[in-house]
């Protein structure tokens, strides 16, 4: 059985920088793709970022390119969420997900993600 922890989401300021973490239990942590989602109130999850397992190349949202900067530790069964030069548009609610057989081509959707954490709450104010 597959357990997500997210860490690090709290109250910053436009233009601040923070550091997001997911903790990955389970087997086998490198076979997984493993995802950043993020939704924000009254609308709908979004991808921000992630790995497709055995593949090192991240995948980014247009909102996050540039700004966002994605990894992965196999040795640690991490993933982090670098963002910098945050926005109000930010303000979120940020998952960590993974799946061990999700295709490229949906990433993006939420609803083909098996594994997802409680999710930690980003907040950025003016």
């Known amino acids: 059985q597959v357990q997500l922890v997210e860490s690090g989401g709290r109250l910053v300021q436009a233009g601040d920088s923070l550091r997001l973490s997911c903790a990955f239990s389970g087997r086998s942590f490198s076979t997984y793709s493993m995802g950043w989602f993020r939704q924000a109130p009254g609308k709908e999850r979004e991808f921000v970022a992630g790995?497709?397992?055995?593949?090192?190349?991240?995948y980014y949202s247009d909102s996050a390119k540039g700004r966002f900067t994605v990894s992965r530790d196999n040795a640690k069964n991490t993933m982090d969420l670098q963002m910098n030069s945050l926005k109000p548009e930010d303000t979120a609610v940020y998952y960590c997900?993974?799946?061990?057989?999700?295709?490229?081509?949906?990433?993006?959707?939420?609803?083909?993600?098996?594994?997802w954490g409680q999710g930690t709450q980003v907040t950025v104010s003016l």
């Open positions: 997900a993974a799946d061990s057989r999700i295709i490229t081509s949906s990433m993006l959707d939420p609803d083909q993600w098996d594994y």
């Open positions: 790995f497709k397992r055995y593949n090192s190349n991240p």
